[in-house]
């Protein structure tokens, strides 16, 4: 029941709008599933579902690495947080990135999966995400990195 249930969520993130957890409970209890919200949060913490931009621009639920792994490519990922993000600088062993109102913790999914191996960590807020590297040389090439991005 799991699976199926699982196939459902991707196949509703994938072919509607879902902007909410309680949108994606609601449909899956139309498509006949008896879930709880914490059921659909677990759910889409296991597909690592995320909230970005689609190919429209509609800020919704998206799929995350399953989505990678079936393209093959992380291309949705590099077009995601490049439109999620408004600018880019480093100082010390910190690179400081500001993003669109919102948009920080999508972007910083992203940030972590893609460029995981240059850093020691994230956090992300409500529009800036801190990224701390080893050191100054660190945060000089991450920053080059990113910038390519966009």
Same mark, same amino acid.
């Given at each position: $029941? =799991?699976?199926?249930?699982?196939? /459902?969520?991707? @196949?509703?993130?994938? %072919?509607?709008?879902?902007?909410?957890? !309680?949108?994606?409970?609601?449909?899956?209890?139309?498509?006949?599933?008896?879930?709880?919200?914490?059921?659909?949060?677990?759910? $889409? =913490?296991?597909?690592?579902?995320? /909230?970005?931009? @689609?190919?429209?621009? %509609?800020?919704?639920?998206?799929?995350? !690495?399953?989505?990678?792994?079936?393209?093959?490519?992380?291309?949705?990922?590099?077009?995601?947080?490049?439109?999620?993000?408004?600018?880019?600088?480093?100082?010390?062993?910190?690179?400081?990135?500001?993003?669109? %109102?919102?948009?920080?913790?999508?972007?910083?999914?992203?940030?972590?999966?893609?460029?995981?191996?240059?850093?020691?960590?994230?956090?992300?807020?409500?529009?800036?995400?801190?990224?701390?590297?080893?050191?100054?040389?660190?945060?000089?090439?991450?920053?080059?990195?990113?910038?390519?991005?966009?």
């Amino acid at each position: $029941m =799991k699976s199926k249930r699982q196939e /459902k969520i991707l @196949d509703l993130i994938r %072919n509607k709008i879902i902007i909410t957890q !309680e949108d994606l409970q609601a449909e899956l209890i139309k498509q006949g599933f008896k879930v709880t919200q914490s059921t659909v949060s677990r759910d $889409m =913490k296991a597909l690592k579902i995320v /909230k970005g931009h @689609d190919e429209k621009g %509609n800020y919704r639920y998206v799929a995350g !690495e399953s989505s990678a792994t079936e393209s093959g490519s992380y291309d949705h990922y590099n077009e995601m947080f490049a439109k999620s993000i408004k600018s880019i600088d480093y100082a010390l062993n910190n690179v400081v990135i500001k993003c669109y %109102n919102g948009m920080a913790s999508s972007a910083c999914v992203i940030l972590d999966k893609l460029f995981g191996d240059m850093m020691l960590g994230t956090l992300a807020g409500e529009d800036t995400i801190i990224a701390v590297t080893r050191s100054e040389q660190g945060s000089e090439a991450l920053t080059e990195e990113l910038k390519k991005l966009l």
